[in-house]
């Protein structure tokens, strides 16, 4: 896993060159998190208990075909007015509009279900066709009929959804639970 570029504008994206899989979700969700434990790569792509921490769009090649971006996180109350709306429009241009963009994993935290802000986003990739998948973090912290439970309210709630790419997936980077699935499902992506 290589980090090749940070982008805190729209024009500074790098090249359309790889096929991306992005993360995105709420602050503190386990984005970064996720990429270190999915290329089993420690501390690459940085991350912190304290929400906000990744503040660009962080792209890191795996390979010589794939890219894994680490989206800024939304919902993050911390941050100035300023820079929020800065990060959330860089969010929304990137998922809506880049090319090589093949997969959005939306990662929600299986305590918390789905929030507002995961609507909206989710909204925005059905109107512009970006195909995306739903994953489920921090499984470890849930007993498995609440997570069940979780999997089932949110499927429910997304059943007349058309660019989300069924099913759903559980994971939890602290543990490794589901990874290997997840990892199956991402390289199907790129096979085509
Ligand atoms: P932003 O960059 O702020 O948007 O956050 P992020 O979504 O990148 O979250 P990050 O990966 O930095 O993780 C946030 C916190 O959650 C850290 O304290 C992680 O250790 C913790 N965390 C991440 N994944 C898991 C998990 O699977 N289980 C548990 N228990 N904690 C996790
Ligand atoms: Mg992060």
Known sequence: LTFIAAAKIASSLPPTRYTEIAFAGRSNVG??????????QWHVARTSDKPGLTQTINFFTLGNQLCLV?????????????VKENWEELVQEYVTSRPNLKRVCLLVDAKWGLKPRDQQLIQLMESSRTRYQIILTKTDLLPPLDLARRATQILQILKDHRSLIQPLIMVSSKSGAGLSHLRASLARVVSG
Do not use: V
């Open 70 to 82: 680490d989206l800024p996180g939304y919902g993050f109350a911390f941050a100035k007015d300023q």
């Open 31 to 40: 984005k970064s998190s996720l990429i270190n434990s999915l290329t089993r």
